[in-house]
């Protein structure tokens, strides 16, 4: 039997307004965006404690720009438009775009935003581990403390859980734009509408003057309470040619810990295929920086 | 299990509550609309409360007292069936041969034994299927109102007004005449429509309230309460000559049916028929148990009971042609059933075409021709064959000519999507001679009614076309007869010279006619022109046709039935190509080819699209669908979480119409729903192993099991 069964709607028309609800509503009130993971989460039972509901669809939060060559996605901003903006094609963040094309089915496509995928804090959602491997920036407002910027290292905590306070709302993502930089997001499924059983991020960055990686962020996803970074892979390719073998030796050292089992996927099938994910983002990523 | 209701109507707005013991006792297997005194499943329906509105009746739920004394619980069927299984299961009426046996069948033939011991090869595999939902787009929904003669009107989603009528009469103890059924059209069923405890309930509430209830389950509801696809666990023993003929087969099956025997008991044979009508086997031995566990009863999902023996025969077969080092589709044609050969049950078979079905499979995906070697993608081939039996039991229709030429047709047909109403409307437009849109389908305007349609089983075992159809025909010769009499009488020509064509009577040796409106007489129900009303004096134009399926049953002691079992078998067959990814073990489906022989194809478009469906649903069984138990709970009641194959899974199917005609059905037709879901997950699992050389013996398969395969023999 479904129990969420919220008796306040509000629709503010401002930021400053709708932190004020937040904050007058406290943990009885959730944000809704594209009303997506809110519809499965209460079938759960997962928001019984709810009574209000704040819809941010007045605040103009739907929006994708660039400056200074950072990419900046509006918290309300869809799946759907991030897939069709021509503004989000740099190899930098390019893995946002590739995350956001590979989500299915098209109805959730249209649906869900960024910012909603992000303050789910559901770790095998595929926007997560794409946004901590491209390392991301949140920006998030409150009545009180006003704004503030998380990186993407510290705005996953727990499940459902992330570091935002319940009087605290995300109102923008900001993708950083770095010179010789790639990114790719990979995934697999047991069908083509399917969360995953595992999914990989990646991004990459080459010195200046020759080919040798400079910095290397690779982020898992379902593997564990927040989407996380394999750092063993990360420390062995540093500083070294993203050649073939380099890319495959460091796919192979793989995770530093058992990664989750779910419904659908072992533990052991896990770390059985994660190199294979790893391997195919970093040629990926490798293939389109080298190309340029 | 006690329940106190006594606070259920502190709320104002709640009509009427009932639970099990309001009922009449159980008389039979069946569920019971709510559980009676015990609940022997997880999600048993316990209560019912009829409000003015569901948060009322919610609210009402809430305030009633369950209390609920734990009793031990069996879920595992290999442990039901042990002589001291903890918990027995048994119904009224029923006496077990075994702990929680709720049916036994044995089929026996030559001697297995001692040809086993002649074989040169003795090869024996276990294979096992998942519970699946049937996941149709429409959960169980049924509204109900008393009427003024004490009786009920039940709407709602049954797959046949008569079934629901007389099952309701036997919860409700009333006289069936009372009991009302229409049934409009489905949003597809596949075998979860098939039982009427559920619309019990509603036909009950709104009698007790006097007030129209709807009752209207959940998905999720839908999902664990009301019935699954059996899971079953089949080991097959067999002994082969190194020639490659089988010489002796012995099987062991095992269906958990849950708790209750519903329709699991009497469906128990459609894995003998399965087993029976493909291979041409001298000795043969088959044990069959539907077992009662504590889970959510088994309940037919499109082709029950055979799906389950055709993936694992299928299955051994290919295992068997790997041992004797033979192409699968050569082994397949050594061992296979031919016309006019006699099958393990004593049956002469007839107008199946197995070969000719494997034949043009094989001939569609280029069997034999190796795939281009790939890096990462492994690409393979495989086969499956398989049969389908038709319907039981009696199939009425009427058919009514009218002044105008129209001819409407009165039968039960129900249209859950497969294009019953334009076969049967073609049906009645050939024998007429008349455009289709002179045809009206009683059903397809005031949908299928139990008072005023024939006899039939609804939409179950893929009948509709070929029972109730062939009844259509019946009906229309007599209907047609009854013209040629009344127009032999005013052309003074004998009945046996007249023909019916586009409306009109024709002498077939001169050139006299009249046509069917001159047939009528003219006359006013009103002093007005406007009122002038035709009508046929003595006899109505009104044909009635009858057909009556009766099967043999199987005597366990002789091993051997005393009848037919199916009044025919439909022959389907099916070539998988797949790609396995060797790293992940992943499955791309390239392409399936899949024949189906439906004796003739009256809308050869619509066989093709029940290929194609049955072909998709097999798929997603093969390779997703798994409903996860824990403790007798469905773990996976949601999209989320119970996976199945959307339209972007789906690789090309190829649908391949043979047709050996049937002499029993309408114009050589056969029932074309079911059949063609039988032999995809065997085909595909074939297939994998010819790509990356694993066997998989458990649905679904998943890439999981594939690598997990695939590193067991690295």
């Known amino acids: 039997m479904v129990r969420y069964n919220p008796t306040v709607l509000e629709r503010p028309s401002s930021i400053n307004e709708a932190a004020q609800l937040l904050k007058k509503w406290g943990s009885k009130a959730?944000?809704?965006?594209?009303?997506?993971?809110?519809?499965?989460?209460?079938?759960?039972?997962?928001?019984?404690?709810?009574?209000?509901?704040?819809?941010?669809?007045?605040?103009?939060?739907?929006?994708?720009?660039?400056?200074?060559?950072?990419?900046?996605?509006?918290?309300?901003?869809?799946?759907?438009?991030?897939?069709?903006?021509?503004?989000?094609?740099?190899?930098?963040?390019?893995?946002?775009?590739?995350?956001?094309?590979?989500?299915?089915?098209?109805?959730?496509?249209?649906?869900?935003?960024?910012?909603?995928?992000?303050?789910?804090?559901?770790?095998?959602?595929?926007?997560?581990?794409?946004?901590?491997?491209?390392?991301?920036?949140?920006?998030?407002?409150?009545?009180?403390?006003?704004?503030?910027?998380?990186?993407?290292?510290?705005?996953?905590?727990?499940?459902?859980?992330?570091?935002?306070?319940?009087?605290?709302?995300?109102?923008?993502?900001?993708?950083?734009?770095?010179?010789?930089?790639?990114?790719?997001?990979?995934?697999?499924?047991?069908?083509?509408?399917?969360?995953?059983?595992?999914?990989?991020?990646?991004?990459?960055?080459?010195?200046?003057?020759?080919?040798?990686?400079?910095?290397?962020?690779?982020?898992?996803?379902?593997?564990?309470?927040?989407?996380?970074?394999?750092?063993?892979?990360?420390?062995?390719l540093i500083g070294q040619e993203p050649s073939r073998e380099n890319i495959i030796k460091a796919a192979s050292l793989g995770l530093d810990f058992e990664p989750s089992p779910s419904l659908h996927a072992s533990s052991k099938y896990k770390k059985r295929v994660i190199p294979i994910l790893v391997r195919d983002a970093l040629f990926a990523a490798v293939n389109r920086v080298l190309r340029t | 299990m006690s329940i106190d209701t006594s606070k259920t109507f502190d709320i104002e707005g709640v009509r009427a509550v009932l639970i099990g013991t309001d009922f009449p006792k159980p008389s039979t297997e069946d569920t019971p609309p709510l559980a009676y005194q015990e609940v022997l499943y997880a999600n048993q329906g316990v209560l019912a409360v009829a409000a003015e509105t569901r948060v009322i009746a919610e609210i009402a739920l809430e305030k009633t007292e369950i209390r609920y004394e734990e009793l031990p619980a069996i879920f595992d069927p290999d442990q039901a069936m042990r002589t001291d299984a903890p918990v027995q299961i048994s119904h009224p009426g029923e006496i077990l041969e075994a702990p929680n046996v709720g049916k036994h069948v044995r089929v026996y033939r030559g001697n297995v034994t001692e040809a086993f011991s002649q074989a040169d090869h003795v090869i024996e595999n276990t294979f096992r299927t998942a519970g699946e939902s049937h996941f149709q787009l429409e959960p169980l929904t049924f509204l109900a109102q008393a009427d003024p003669d004490g009786g009920v009107t039940i709407w709602g989603t049954s797959s046949g007004p008569h079934k629901t009528q007389v099952e309701v009469a036997n919860y409700l103890k009333m006289d069936p005449s009372l009991i009302r059924v229409k049934v409009g059209f489905l949003g597809g069923w596949f075998g979860s429509k098939e039982e009427s405890h559920v619309a019990a309930v509603c036909a009950a509430l709104a009698l007790k309230a006097k007030r129209p209830v709807k009752l209207e389950l959940s998905r999720e509801e839908t999902l664990t309460a009301t019935g699954i696809r059996h899971p079953a666990v089949i080991h097959i023993k067999d002994g082969v000559s190194d020639k490659g003929k089988i010489i002796a087969r012995q099987i062991r099956v095992i269906y958990d049916g849950g708790a209750y025997g519903s329709l699991s008991n009497s469906l128990l044979n459609n894995s003998v028929i399965v087993a029976a009508g493909v291979y041409n086997i001298p000795n043969f031995e088959l044990n069959g148990y539907r077992v009662y566990t504590n889970r959510v009863p088994g309940t037919p999902k499109r082709a029950p009971l055979g799906y389950q023996m055709t993936w694992a025969v299928e299955c051994q077969m290919d295992n068997l042609a790997s041992t004797l080092e033979l192409d699968p589709l050569e082994f397949r044609r050594l061992n296979i059933l031919r016309n006019d050969d006699e099958n393990v049950l004593g049956e002469i078979m007839e107008s199946i075409s197995h070969e000719k079905a494997l034949t043009e499979v094989a001939k569609a995906i280029e069997w034999g021709k190796e795939a281009e070697p790939d890096e990462i993608w492994s690409t393979g081939k495989g086969l499956a064959v398989g049969v389908k039996w038709g319907p039981a039991g009696p199939h009425q229709a009427m058919v009514k000519i009218n002044p105008s030429g129209r001819v409407e047709v009165w039968a039960d047909l129900i249209e859950n999507g497969q294009g019953i109403y334009t076969g049967v409307a073609q049906l009645a437009a050939t024998e007429f001679g008349i455009p289709i849109k002179s045809v009206t389908l009683v059903p397809f305007i005031r949908g299928s009614e139990s008072e005023t349609t024939g006899l039939s089983g609804g939409a179950s075992a893929s009948r509709q076309l070929a029972a109730v159809g062939k009844a259509v025909i019946l009906a229309c010769e007599d209907a047609k007869r009854k013209v040629a009499d009344k127009a032999a009488e005013r052309l003074h020509i004998p009945p046996s010279d007249l023909m019916i064509k586009a409306g009109k009577i024709f002498s077939k040796t001169s050139n006299h006619s009249i046509s069917i409106s001159d047939l009528f007489t003219q006359a006013s129900v009103l002093p007005s022109k406007l009122a002038t009303s035709s009508f046929v004096q003595g006899n109505d134009f009104v044909g009635f046709g009858t057909v009556l399926y009766e099967l043999g049953t199987i005597d366990n002691a002789t091993g051997q039935p005393n009848g037919p079992l199916t009044p025919y078998y439909v022959t389907?067959?099916?070539?998988?190509?797949?790609?396995?990814?060797?790293?992940?073990?992943?499955?791309?489906v390239k392409k399936i080819a899949a024949a189906m022989d439906v004796?003739?194809?009256?809308?050869?478009?619509?066989?093709?699209?029940?290929?194609?469906?049955?072909?998709?649903?097999?798929?997603?069984?093969?390779?997703?669908?798994?409903?996860?138990?824990?403790?007798?709970?469905?773990?996976?009641?949601?999209?989320?979480?119970?996976?199945?194959?959307?339209?972007?899974?789906?690789?090309?199917?190829?649908?391949?119409?043979?047709?050996?005609?049937?002499?029993?059905?309408?114009?050589?037709?056969?029932?074309?729903?079911?059949?063609?879901t039988v032999p995809t997950a065997a085909a595909v699992r074939n297939a994998i192993h010819d790509a990356v050389g694993v066997w998989l013996n458990d649905l679904p398969i998943t890439a999981e099991k594939v690598l997990e395969e695939m590193d067991a023999h690295a």
């Open chain 2, 572 to 588: 389907v067959a099916q070539a998988a190509e797949v790609a396995v990814n060797k790293e992940t073990g992943k499955i791309k």
């Open chain 1, 30 to 236: 959730r944000i809704v965006a594209g009303n997506t993971t809110i519809y499965e989460l209460a079938n759960q039972g997962g928001l019984d404690d709810v009574d209000t509901v704040i819809d941010l669809s007045k605040l103009n939060l739907n929006y994708i720009t660039r400056y200074d060559g950072s990419l900046h996605i509006g918290a309300m901003t869809r799946f759907v438009e991030l897939a069709s903006s021509n503004l989000t094609g740099n190899d930098s963040y390019f893995a946002a775009k590739e995350a956001a094309m590979k989500l299915t089915p098209p109805q959730i496509r249209n649906m869900a935003t960024i910012g909603g995928s992000a303050c789910s804090g559901i770790p095998f959602y595929d926007m997560p581990v794409t946004l901590l491997a491209i390392d991301a920036e949140f920006h998030a407002t409150s009545s009180d403390e006003g704004e503030r910027t998380i990186k993407a290292e510290d705005f996953f905590i727990d499940y459902f859980v992330t570091t935002l306070r319940a009087e605290e709302l995300l109102t923008e993502i900001v993708c950083p734009n770095k010179e010789r930089s790639s990114s790719s997001f990979v995934k697999l499924g047991r069908t083509t509408i399917d969360f995953a059983l595992v999914n990989a991020a990646v991004n990459i960055t080459l010195e200046p003057k020759r080919n040798r990686m400079s910095e290397v962020r690779i982020a898992l996803g379902a593997v564990a309470a927040t989407p996380i970074r394999a750092k063993s892979a990360e420390d062995f």
């Open chain 2, 599 to 676: 004796g003739k194809a009256i809308n050869p478009e619509l066989v093709r699209h029940q290929i194609i469906g049955s072909v998709v649903m097999g798929l997603s069984a093969a390779l997703a669908e798994e409903l996860s138990f824990s403790e007798g709970r469905i773990t996976n009641p949601t999209l989320a979480d119970y996976k199945i194959l959307t339209a972007s899974d789906i690789p090309i199917i190829q649908p391949i119409i043979i047709e050996t005609p049937y002499k029993g059905g309408p114009y050589g037709a056969k029932g074309a729903g079911e059949p063609s």
